[in-house]
């Protein structure tokens, strides 16, 4: 049986409470798409959107074991970034929402810049040579 510090597990708990609280304040925040607001904005019937989804074409956000429906970031439907959406997904083993994090959080391996960002100034190519390090080096919570 492995020992656990119980200093460190509510450590951990506290933070994995904070990181939830996190995402369930971005899954309101203004441009959080439901799958109707998506169809409408793209064109795309909606069961095409859950298709993409599923192939790891687009981020599907949603709080595990949560019973609300899921919201898509609006910017992933920008040209830019929908081009380099599912290889950023897939170098995160598709987990939205490490990937969600990757796109729109400071990135050190980009000296800082956000690669969301850097998207959309047309640096596509900086954003795919270091994601792999990035997703590699990645240490937060799932």
Do not use: H
Not at 1 to 6: K, N, T
Not at 35 to 60: D, R
Not at 77 to 99: G, Y
Request: hydrophobic share 45%; net charge neutral.
């Amino acid at each position: 049986m492995q020992y656990i510090d119980p200093e460190c597990a509510a450590l951990e708990r506290k933070l994995l409470a904070l990181g939830r609280r996190e995402q369930r304040a971005q899954l309101k925040a203004p441009g959080m798409l439901s799958l109707v607001e998506a169809s409408a904005l793209t064109g795309f019937p909606a069961p095409i959107i859950e298709e993409m989804s599923a192939n790891g074409q687009l981020l599907t956000l949603a709080l595990p074991r949560s019973k609300n429906p899921v919201r898509y970031p609006q910017w992933q439907f920008e040209p830019a970034v929908l081009e380099v959406l599912p290889a950023v997904i897939a170098a995160f083993n598709a987990d939205a929402w490490r990937a969600y994090d990757f796109l729109t959080y400071p990135e050190q391996l980009l000296g800082g810049r956000v690669p969301l960002e850097e998207l959309r100034a047309g640096r596509k190519v900086e954003v795919l040579r270091i994601l792999v390090a990035a997703a590699s080096l990645e240490q937060g919570a799932k």
